[in-house]
Protein backbone atom coordinates (compact mmCIF):
# COMPACT_ATOMS: atom_id res chain seq x y z
CA UNK A 1 0.00 0.00 0.00
CA UNK A 2 1.61 3.33 -1.37
CA UNK A 3 1.59 6.13 1.25
CA UNK A 4 -0.71 8.32 -0.47
CA UNK A 5 -3.20 5.30 0.13
CA UNK A 6 -2.54 5.21 3.32
CA UNK A 7 -3.19 8.76 3.75
CA UNK A 8 -6.27 8.17 2.23
CA UNK A 9 -7.30 5.63 4.37
CA UNK A 10 -6.21 7.00 7.81
CA UNK A 11 -8.71 10.20 6.58
CA UNK A 12 -11.36 8.18 5.23
CA UNK A 13 -11.52 6.51 8.98
CA UNK A 14 -10.95 9.45 11.10
CA UNK A 15 -13.92 11.50 9.38
CA UNK A 16 -16.08 8.65 9.22
CA UNK A 17 -15.82 7.82 12.45
CA UNK A 18 -16.74 11.73 13.28
CA UNK A 19 -19.62 11.06 10.75
CA UNK A 20 -19.13 13.62 8.13
CA UNK A 21 -19.92 12.24 5.08
CA UNK A 22 -17.87 11.73 2.25
CA UNK A 23 -19.87 12.14 -0.55
CA UNK A 24 -18.79 15.21 -1.87
CA UNK A 25 -14.92 14.92 -0.28
CA UNK A 26 -12.37 15.55 -2.92
CA UNK A 27 -8.91 13.99 -2.35
CA UNK A 28 -6.41 15.41 0.48
CA UNK A 29 -4.21 17.19 -2.38
CA UNK A 30 -5.37 20.93 -2.82
CA UNK A 31 -4.49 20.60 -6.53
CA UNK A 32 -7.40 18.71 -7.42
CA UNK A 33 -9.82 20.56 -5.97
CA UNK A 34 -8.48 23.38 -7.88
CA UNK A 35 -7.83 22.08 -11.03
CA UNK A 36 -11.49 20.70 -11.43
CA UNK A 37 -12.99 24.21 -10.26
CA UNK A 38 -11.01 25.84 -12.79
CA UNK A 39 -12.92 24.53 -15.66
CA UNK A 40 -15.53 26.92 -14.21
CA UNK A 41 -14.00 29.39 -12.49
CA UNK A 42 -12.11 30.23 -16.19
CA UNK A 43 -15.56 31.80 -16.96
CA UNK A 44 -17.27 32.13 -13.74
CA UNK A 45 -14.91 34.48 -12.48
CA UNK A 46 -15.04 38.22 -10.72
CA UNK A 47 -16.48 39.48 -13.46
CA UNK A 48 -19.73 37.99 -12.45
CA UNK A 49 -22.73 39.94 -11.29
CA UNK A 50 -23.08 37.89 -8.18
CA UNK A 51 -19.76 37.06 -6.48
CA UNK A 52 -18.67 33.76 -7.16
CA UNK A 53 -14.71 33.09 -6.15
CA UNK A 54 -15.45 34.27 -2.50
CA UNK A 55 -16.69 30.73 -2.00
CA UNK A 56 -12.81 30.52 -1.34
CA UNK A 57 -13.11 32.42 1.85
CA UNK A 58 -15.68 30.17 3.23
CA UNK A 59 -15.28 26.39 4.53
CA UNK A 60 -16.89 24.98 1.15
CA UNK A 61 -13.97 26.61 -0.79
CA UNK A 62 -11.05 25.63 1.86
CA UNK A 63 -8.85 23.76 -0.07
CA UNK A 64 -6.81 22.80 2.60
CA UNK A 65 -9.71 20.46 4.05
CA UNK A 66 -10.07 17.43 1.74
CA UNK A 67 -14.12 17.60 2.56
CA UNK A 68 -14.43 20.43 0.67
CA UNK A 69 -16.35 20.27 -2.46
CA UNK A 70 -15.49 21.50 -5.64
CA UNK A 71 -18.21 23.21 -8.17
CA UNK A 72 -18.94 19.93 -9.58
CA UNK A 73 -19.93 18.38 -6.64
CA UNK A 74 -22.61 20.86 -5.59
CA UNK A 75 -23.52 21.94 -9.60
CA UNK A 76 -23.49 18.62 -11.03
CA UNK A 77 -20.96 17.38 -14.06
CA UNK A 78 -22.58 19.55 -15.91
CA UNK A 79 -20.79 18.43 -19.06
CA UNK A 80 -23.57 20.12 -21.56
CA UNK A 81 -23.61 23.09 -19.60
CA UNK A 82 -19.43 22.71 -20.13
CA UNK A 83 -19.14 22.06 -23.87
CA UNK A 84 -21.57 24.86 -24.56
CA UNK A 85 -23.99 22.97 -26.77
CA UNK A 86 -23.41 25.34 -29.68
CA UNK A 87 -26.46 27.42 -29.57
CA UNK A 88 -26.27 31.27 -28.30
CA UNK A 89 -27.07 29.86 -24.36
CA UNK A 90 -25.37 28.01 -23.06
CA UNK A 91 -27.24 24.51 -21.37
CA UNK A 92 -28.24 25.31 -17.95
CA UNK A 93 -25.99 23.52 -15.34
CA UNK A 94 -27.34 20.33 -13.68
CA UNK A 95 -28.35 21.93 -10.26
CA UNK A 96 -29.24 25.27 -10.17
CA UNK A 97 -29.46 26.62 -6.39
CA UNK A 98 -30.36 30.11 -7.53
CA UNK A 99 -32.72 31.72 -10.29
CA UNK A 100 -30.73 34.09 -12.84
CA UNK A 101 -29.47 33.35 -16.32
CA UNK A 102 -31.30 29.60 -15.57
CA UNK A 103 -34.61 28.92 -13.64
CA UNK A 104 -33.49 27.30 -10.40
CA UNK A 105 -33.86 23.47 -9.89
CA UNK A 106 -36.93 21.71 -7.90
CA UNK A 107 -36.65 21.54 -4.17
CA UNK A 108 -35.41 17.95 -4.19
CA UNK A 109 -32.79 18.21 -6.40
CA UNK A 110 -31.12 20.92 -4.90
CA UNK A 111 -31.71 19.42 -1.43
CA UNK A 112 -30.12 16.23 -2.64
CA UNK A 113 -26.87 18.23 -3.63
CA UNK A 114 -26.87 19.54 -0.07
CA UNK A 115 -27.97 16.76 1.82
CA UNK A 116 -25.06 14.73 0.50
CA UNK A 117 -23.01 16.04 3.12
CA UNK A 118 -25.11 17.92 5.54
CA UNK A 119 -26.91 14.92 6.55
CA UNK A 120 -26.50 14.24 10.25
CA UNK A 121 -26.51 15.79 13.27
CA UNK A 122 -29.12 19.35 13.53
CA UNK A 123 -30.14 18.07 10.24
CA UNK A 124 -31.38 14.28 10.93
CA UNK A 125 -34.65 15.45 11.42
CA UNK A 126 -35.25 17.18 7.72
CA UNK A 127 -36.97 14.59 6.16
CA UNK A 128 -40.81 15.51 6.83
CA UNK A 129 -39.77 18.83 8.42
CA UNK A 130 -42.19 21.89 8.10
CA UNK A 131 -39.95 23.45 5.50
CA UNK A 132 -39.13 20.07 3.50
CA UNK A 133 -42.78 19.35 3.16
CA UNK A 134 -43.09 23.05 1.75
CA UNK A 135 -40.22 22.39 -0.74
CA UNK A 136 -38.08 24.86 0.48
CA UNK A 137 -34.69 24.61 -0.44
CA UNK A 138 -31.43 25.08 1.31
CA UNK A 139 -30.43 28.05 -1.07
CA UNK A 140 -33.65 29.61 0.03
CA UNK A 141 -31.80 30.43 3.49
CA UNK A 142 -28.38 29.86 2.86
CA UNK A 143 -25.75 32.31 1.04
CA UNK A 144 -22.57 29.41 -0.10
CA UNK A 145 -20.65 31.73 -2.05
CA UNK A 146 -20.87 34.40 0.47
CA UNK A 147 -17.81 35.12 2.77
CA UNK A 148 -20.46 35.47 5.87
CA UNK A 149 -23.55 33.70 5.62
CA UNK A 150 -26.64 36.13 6.70
CA UNK A 151 -28.00 32.81 8.33
CA UNK A 152 -25.38 31.73 10.43
CA UNK A 153 -24.85 35.10 11.89
CA UNK A 154 -27.05 36.46 15.01
CA UNK A 155 -27.16 40.07 13.50
CA UNK A 156 -28.76 39.10 10.67
CA UNK A 157 -30.00 35.70 10.43
CA UNK A 158 -33.53 37.71 11.94
CA UNK A 159 -34.13 38.96 8.60
CA UNK A 160 -34.00 35.90 6.33
CA UNK A 161 -36.32 34.18 8.61
CA UNK A 162 -38.62 37.41 8.21
CA UNK A 163 -38.33 37.24 4.75
CA UNK A 164 -41.28 34.38 5.69
CA UNK A 165 -42.63 34.75 9.44
CA UNK A 166 -43.72 38.48 8.88
CA UNK A 167 -46.16 37.61 12.22
CA UNK A 168 -42.96 37.05 14.01
CA UNK A 169 -41.61 40.36 12.45
CA UNK A 170 -44.52 42.30 13.73
CA UNK A 171 -44.29 40.82 17.10
CA UNK A 172 -40.55 41.56 17.86
CA UNK A 173 -41.43 45.27 17.54
CA UNK A 174 -43.64 45.62 19.95
CA UNK A 175 -42.63 46.73 23.68
CA UNK A 176 -41.97 43.39 25.54
CA UNK A 177 -39.91 41.54 23.23
CA UNK A 178 -36.49 39.05 23.25
CA UNK A 179 -33.31 40.79 22.14
CA UNK A 180 -33.67 39.40 18.62
CA UNK A 181 -33.55 43.31 16.97
CA UNK A 182 -30.84 43.60 18.87
CA UNK A 183 -29.01 41.00 17.23
CA UNK A 184 -28.35 39.49 21.57
CA UNK A 185 -30.04 36.10 19.97
CA UNK A 186 -31.02 34.10 16.62
CA UNK A 187 -34.21 32.69 15.99
CA UNK A 188 -31.98 29.42 16.00
CA UNK A 189 -31.41 29.52 19.38
CA UNK A 190 -34.96 28.60 20.01
CA UNK A 191 -35.72 26.76 16.64
CA UNK A 192 -34.63 24.19 14.52
CA UNK A 193 -34.85 25.15 10.88
CA UNK A 194 -33.87 21.77 9.24
CA UNK A 195 -36.31 20.15 11.23
CA UNK A 196 -37.28 18.82 14.78
CA UNK A 197 -39.10 16.71 17.00
CA UNK A 198 -41.72 19.31 18.10
CA UNK A 199 -44.31 21.20 15.67
CA UNK A 200 -42.32 24.99 16.17
CA UNK A 201 -39.65 23.16 15.66
CA UNK A 202 -37.86 23.88 18.68
CA UNK A 203 -34.38 22.80 19.74
CA UNK A 204 -35.35 20.68 22.42
CA UNK A 205 -38.21 18.41 22.99
CA UNK A 206 -40.84 21.05 24.60
CA UNK A 207 -41.28 23.99 25.17
CA UNK A 208 -40.39 24.19 28.50
CA UNK A 209 -37.15 22.48 27.86
CA UNK A 210 -36.61 25.48 25.25
CA UNK A 211 -37.14 27.84 27.62
CA UNK A 212 -34.82 26.14 30.19
CA UNK A 213 -31.47 26.71 28.70
CA UNK A 214 -32.01 30.66 29.15
CA UNK A 215 -34.40 30.27 31.99
CA UNK A 216 -32.52 27.90 34.12
CA UNK A 217 -33.84 29.55 37.43
CA UNK A 218 -37.67 28.99 36.52
CA UNK A 219 -36.74 25.03 35.69
CA UNK A 220 -36.90 24.41 39.74
CA UNK A 221 -37.56 21.75 41.12
CA UNK A 222 -40.06 23.66 43.97
CA UNK A 223 -41.80 22.61 47.05
CA UNK A 224 -44.81 24.23 45.55
CA UNK A 225 -45.28 24.02 41.79
CA UNK A 226 -47.65 26.17 39.71
CA UNK A 227 -49.63 23.98 37.42
CA UNK A 228 -49.52 26.11 34.29
CA UNK A 229 -46.08 26.93 34.66
CA UNK A 230 -45.10 22.95 34.41
CA UNK A 231 -47.31 22.42 31.40
CA UNK A 232 -46.35 25.26 29.15
CA UNK A 233 -44.15 28.33 29.23
CA UNK A 234 -46.79 30.03 26.24
CA UNK A 235 -50.20 29.48 28.18
CA UNK A 236 -48.89 32.94 30.13
CA UNK A 237 -45.98 34.26 27.57
CA UNK A 238 -45.79 34.73 24.23
CA UNK A 239 -42.18 34.44 22.97
CA UNK A 240 -41.95 36.83 19.82
CA UNK A 241 -43.05 39.73 21.72
CA UNK A 242 -46.24 41.34 23.32
CA UNK A 243 -47.25 44.98 24.18
CA UNK A 244 -47.50 43.62 27.88
CA UNK A 245 -44.68 43.09 30.25
CA UNK A 246 -42.69 40.40 30.82
CA UNK A 247 -44.03 38.61 27.44
CA UNK A 248 -47.32 38.05 28.91
CA UNK A 249 -50.56 37.30 27.14
CA UNK A 250 -52.82 39.35 29.09
CA UNK A 251 -52.20 42.06 32.17
CA UNK A 252 -52.06 40.97 35.74
CA UNK A 253 -54.58 40.51 36.96
CA UNK A 254 -56.94 39.42 34.07
CA UNK A 255 -54.29 36.67 32.80
CA UNK A 256 -54.23 35.47 36.52
CA UNK A 257 -58.11 35.20 36.40
CA UNK A 258 -58.08 32.97 33.37
CA UNK A 259 -58.03 30.50 35.81
CA UNK A 260 -58.73 32.11 39.13
CA UNK A 261 -61.95 33.70 38.11
CA UNK A 262 -63.16 32.67 41.77
CA UNK A 263 -60.55 34.15 43.92
CA UNK A 264 -60.17 37.32 45.91
CA UNK A 265 -62.48 39.78 43.54
CA UNK A 266 -64.86 37.32 41.82
CA UNK A 267 -66.33 36.36 45.93
CA UNK A 268 -66.77 39.66 46.94
CA UNK A 269 -68.37 41.24 44.44
CA UNK A 270 -70.25 38.73 44.77
CA UNK A 271 -71.45 40.37 47.93
CA UNK A 272 -69.61 36.51 50.00
CA UNK A 273 -68.23 37.09 53.54
CA UNK A 274 -64.67 36.21 53.50
CA UNK A 275 -62.61 35.28 56.81
CA UNK A 276 -60.71 38.41 58.10
CA UNK A 277 -62.69 40.69 55.39
CA UNK A 278 -65.66 42.07 54.29
CA UNK A 279 -67.73 42.82 50.94
CA UNK A 280 -64.64 46.01 50.35
CA UNK A 281 -61.69 44.40 51.66
CA UNK A 282 -59.53 41.45 52.19
CA UNK A 283 -57.68 41.27 54.97
CA UNK A 284 -57.48 45.23 55.05
CA UNK A 285 -56.62 45.09 51.19
CA UNK A 286 -58.74 46.01 48.26
CA UNK A 287 -59.77 43.33 46.12
CA UNK A 288 -59.01 43.11 42.62
CA UNK A 289 -62.81 43.82 41.67
CA UNK A 290 -63.03 47.12 43.68
CA UNK A 291 -60.04 48.39 42.20
CA UNK A 292 -59.79 51.36 39.39
CA UNK A 293 -58.90 50.07 35.83
CA UNK A 294 -55.97 52.65 36.64
CA UNK A 295 -54.78 51.01 39.97
CA UNK A 296 -54.82 47.43 38.01
CA UNK A 297 -52.63 48.30 35.03
CA UNK A 298 -49.99 50.53 37.19
CA UNK A 299 -49.73 47.72 40.47
CA UNK A 300 -48.28 44.27 39.77
CA UNK A 301 -51.76 42.94 40.93
CA UNK A 302 -51.71 39.19 42.06
CA UNK A 303 -47.68 39.55 41.47
CA UNK A 304 -47.60 42.17 44.91
CA UNK A 305 -48.76 38.64 47.12
CA UNK A 306 -47.75 35.85 44.76
CA UNK A 307 -44.18 37.21 43.89
CA UNK A 308 -43.09 33.51 43.08
CA UNK A 309 -45.63 32.54 40.78
CA UNK A 310 -43.30 29.90 38.97
CA UNK A 311 -43.18 28.13 41.69
CA UNK A 312 -42.78 28.71 45.41
CA UNK A 313 -40.56 27.30 48.49
CA UNK A 314 -43.23 29.15 51.11
CA UNK A 315 -44.15 27.38 54.23
CA UNK A 316 -47.34 29.05 53.74
CA UNK A 317 -48.16 26.11 51.00
CA UNK A 318 -48.76 27.39 47.41
CA UNK A 319 -49.74 30.30 47.54
CA UNK A 320 -46.84 30.91 45.72
CA UNK A 321 -45.46 33.83 47.93
CA UNK A 322 -41.60 34.52 48.82
Known amino acids: MTRKIRVLAFLVAVLGCAGVSLAHAET ?21 TKPVLSIYQTKHGNRADPRAPSCQSCHGESQQHIAGG ?24 QVKACIGCHQDGARSNWA ?3 HQSKNIPCS ?33 H ?6 IEAGKIGCSDCHNPHGSVTNALLIKNSVNETCYTCH ?14 VDDCTNCHTPHGSNNAKLLKTRAPWLC ?14 GANLPGGNATTVNGLNPIGSQSPRAQTNARACLNCHSQIHGSNHPAGAKFQR
Not at 87 to 104: H, I, L, M, N, S
Not at 174 to 179: A, C, E, G, L, Y
Request: proline share 6%.
Open 86 to 109: GGATRPKPDVVFKAGTYAASDAAT
Open 257 to 270: QDCHSADHGAAINS
Open 174 to 179: KVSTHP
Open 28 to 48: ADPSVGLKRDAVCTRCHDETE
Open 216 to 229: AEKRGPFLWEHSPV
Open 140 to 172: SCHSSHAQTDPILMKSTQRQVCFGCHKDQRAQV
Open 128 to 130: GSA
